[in-house]
């Protein structure tokens, strides 16, 4: 069993309070929200937008929409990262899902 | 009328040539052996998988399975540039669809 203290440290999921956006199935406009008010309310400097495989369409739209449409020129992407995570399937398989973040940060 | 030749200049389709893979709904496989040939038969220093919308993800996986599984080490991801397009769609509404480049080198 993987100590709880190591599971909270590393665990990508805990990040979310950390500036971190995962994208998902929710409706579209519920992120670009999220988005917006860490910059915002939360007066972030850096958010980060993350997403695996097909979800990964939905990230750049979100980045896009957020940084465009939303803080036009208050913030632009900085950086843009994929990866792919390889790991087994409950079938067996050995699967790959590929993984993409995005990072806005204000322009100062 | 746009004259021919900015036409030729400009237009992203043209690059296709140019070590320019743009990804569809073909079989998964056809892209990444696109890939790998520009890099290998046609010994191409880079080339640049592009893609809009919902293919944004099948393009990170085409880069992710070509660098990783078929060209480990000799190749890499220098580059990646998400952009987005607005156009009026034929029922006359606005619609944005964002556009993803990766840009694959060889190791030097």
């Given at each position: 069993m993987i100590p709880l203290s190591t599971t909270t440290q590393f665990d990508d999921r805990s990040k979310m309070n950390d500036n971190s956006i995962f994208i998902g199935g929710k409706p579209f406009?519920?992120?670009?929200?999220?988005?917006?008010?860490?910059?915002?309310?939360?007066?972030?400097?850096?958010?980060?937008?993350?997403a695996r495989g097909k979800?990964?369409?939905?990230?750049?739209?979100?980045?896009?929409?957020?940084?465009?449409?939303?803080?036009?020129?208050?913030?632009?992407?900085?950086?843009?990262?994929?990866?792919?995570?390889?790991?087994?399937?409950n079938e067996g398989r050995d699967v790959r899902v590929s993984t993409i973040e995005i990072t806005l940060s204000k322009n100062r």
């Open positions: 406009m519920n992120y670009v929200t999220g988005v917006v008010m860490q910059f915002t309310t939360k007066n972030a400097d850096d958010v980060i937008i993350k979800f990964i369409s939905r990230a750049v739209d979100v980045a896009e929409v957020a940084a465009k449409r939303f803080l036009d020129n208050a913030v632009a992407i900085k950086d843009i990262k994929v990866d792919s995570e390889g790991f087994r399937s």
